[in-house]
């Protein structure tokens, strides 16, 4: 019942902070087109979608599109309170011709080192409703058919380099979570231009003092350590990560735990991985690509295994996407997906 509560005041403190709350941005329309197979229990293997975002409205932004699968909508706002705080909202609510729906809301909030976000969603329709590659998708989703979900996260920042994090998960999975992040520069010493040298005067008297070596940053290596624990699960969790200056990134994490920690007979090893790697301009001046694939079979609603590329690249007055994906469903079954994309700012001349 307390869970409840919650969730239902999270939907609803999204609804009602959003008016209050002001944003810009650029309004742009976009289309979609994607093959999954198999296909969902509930629809056809194809879809197709056409939709507008970031249309001015009442002080926030307003989204909305139309799919051969659903009518969805969203609404965004943000707050800004130098120097005290921002607020961000989002509401977004998506309807089907079998009257199935789905609304959620997510609240972010920033006030010096304290970050928290919280979220939650309800619905009678899984989460392909909205992305048909969903259930092959970088971050776990909960593929449930109808049910309800809800994410809080706090961030404080010890300094400039290290994060304390406190995390739950409520729905499928009842979880919480604790860790740190941390971040480290790594630098290089720049070779001295000899024009800067200082030059004997010839006078006999001392020379300039050399000035210290000059350095440039690199990259950015990062890491991550902490333990996640509920009901069906205790583990530990590890990962690293590093980027370039260029905008390359890596990254890699990692689980090692118990399932069923509580019960003597169903105790069961469990560990899981999951790595990205992305791109900037590699196929050419502002593009990007991302690899990314994850294997956790200890989540309850979300699929084990998920492998994909996703890749955009501007194409005359927009921008084209590629998605493919594929893995294995919370079913056991194999599957993939593609889906096609393009988009353009309508603000352009």
Same mark, same amino acid.
């Given at each position: 019942?307390?869970?409840?509560?919650?969730?239902?005041?999270?939907?609803?403190?999204?609804?009602?902070?959003?008016?209050?709350?002001?944003?810009?941005?650029?309004?742009?329309?976009?289309?979609?087109?994607?093959?999954?197979?198999?296909?969902?229990?509930?629809?056809?293997?194809?879809?197709?979608?056409?939709?507008?975002?970031?249309?001015?409205?009442?002080?926030?932004?307003?989204?909305?599109?139309?799919?051969?699968?659903?009518?969805?909508?969203?609404?965004?706002?943000?707050?800004?309170?130098?120097?005290?705080?921002?607020?961000?909202?989002?509401?977004?609510? %998506? *309807? +089907?011709?079998?009257? #199935?729906? &789905?609304? @959620?809301?997510?609240?972010?909030?920033?006030? !010096?080192? $304290?970050?928290?976000?919280?979220?939650?969603?309800?619905?009678?329709?899984?989460?392909?409703?909205?992305?048909?590659?969903?259930?092959?998708?970088?971050?776990?989703?909960?593929?449930?058919?109808?049910?309800?979900?809800?994410?809080?996260?706090?961030?404080?920042?010890?300094?400039?380099?290290?994060?304390?994090?406190?995390?739950?998960?409520?729905?499928?999975?009842?979880?919480?979570?604790?860790?740190?992040?941390?971040?480290?520069?790594?630098?290089r010493v720049v070779p001295p231009d000899p024009?800067?040298?200082?030059?004997?005067?010839?006078?006999?008297?001392?020379?300039?003092?050399?000035?210290?070596?000059?350095?440039?940053?690199?990259? %950015? *290596? +990062?890491?991550?350590? #902490?333990? &996640?624990? @509920?009901?069906?699960?205790?583990?530990?969790? !590890?990962? $690293?990560?590093?980027?370039?200056?260029?905008?390359?990134?890596?990254?890699?994490?990692?689980?090692?735990?118990?399932q069923d920690w509580r019960s003597a007979q169903?105790?069961?090893?469990?560990?899981?991985?999951?790595?990205?790697?992305?791109?900037?301009?590699?196929?050419?001046?502002?593009?990007?690509?991302?690899?990314?694939?994850?294997?956790?079979?200890?989540?309850?609603?979300?699929?084990?295994?998920?492998?994909?590329?996703?890749?955009?690249?501007?194409?005359?007055?927009?921008?084209?996407?590629?998605?493919?994906?594929?893995?294995?469903?919370?079913?056991?079954?194999?599957?993939?997906?593609?889906?096609?994309?393009?988009?353009?700012?309508?603000?352009?001349?």
């Amino acid at each position: 019942m307390l869970l409840r509560f919650s969730l239902r005041a999270v939907l609803l403190g999204g609804l009602l902070t959003a008016p209050a709350l002001t944003a810009a941005h650029a309004t742009s329309l976009n289309f979609g087109v994607a093959y999954v197979r198999p296909a969902d229990p509930w629809s056809w293997p194809t879809w197709g979608r056409v939709g507008v975002d970031d249309v001015s409205v009442g002080g926030g932004t307003l989204s909305a599109s139309v799919s051969t699968r659903a009518l969805s909508v969203g609404y965004r706002q943000g707050l800004s309170l130098p120097p005290l705080a921002t607020i961000t909202a989002r509401t977004d609510l %998506t *309807v +089907t011709a079998q009257r #199935g729906y &789905r609304i @959620g809301s997510q609240v972010s909030g920033s006030a !010096g080192p $304290v970050a928290v976000t919280a979220s939650g969603t309800y619905f009678t329709v899984p989460a392909t409703v909205n992305d048909p590659l969903a259930t092959y998708a970088e971050a776990p989703v909960d593929l449930r058919l109808k049910g309800w979900n809800a994410d809080l996260a706090v961030r404080y920042r010890v300094n400039r380099d290290l994060v304390a994090v406190v995390g739950s998960e409520f729905g499928p999975q009842n979880q919480g979570a604790l860790g740190v992040e941390g971040r480290r520069s790594l630098t290089r010493v720049v070779p001295p231009d000899p024009a800067d040298q200082p030059q004997d005067a010839g006078d006999g008297s001392d020379p300039a003092p050399v000035p210290d070596p000059e350095t440039e940053v690199t990259g %950015t *290596v +990062t890491w991550r350590a #902490g333990v &996640r624990g @509920g009901a069906d699960l205790l583990a530990v969790t !590890g990962g $690293v990560g590093y980027a370039t200056p260029a905008g390359v990134t890596l990254n890699l994490d990692a689980l090692a735990g118990v399932q069923d920690w509580r019960s003597a007979q169903n105790r069961a090893r469990t560990w899981g991985l999951s790595g990205s790697v992305a791109a900037p301009d590699l196929l050419g001046e502002g593009s990007t690509l991302r690899a990314y694939a994850a294997y956790e079979p200890w989540r309850a609603a979300a699929s084990p295994l998920r492998a994909g590329v996703t890749s955009e690249l501007p194409a005359g007055p927009g921008t084209v996407s590629l998605d493919v994906a594929g893995g294995r469903g919370p079913d056991g079954a194999l599957g993939f997906g593609v889906k096609l994309g393009y988009s353009f700012d309508l603000s352009r001349p």
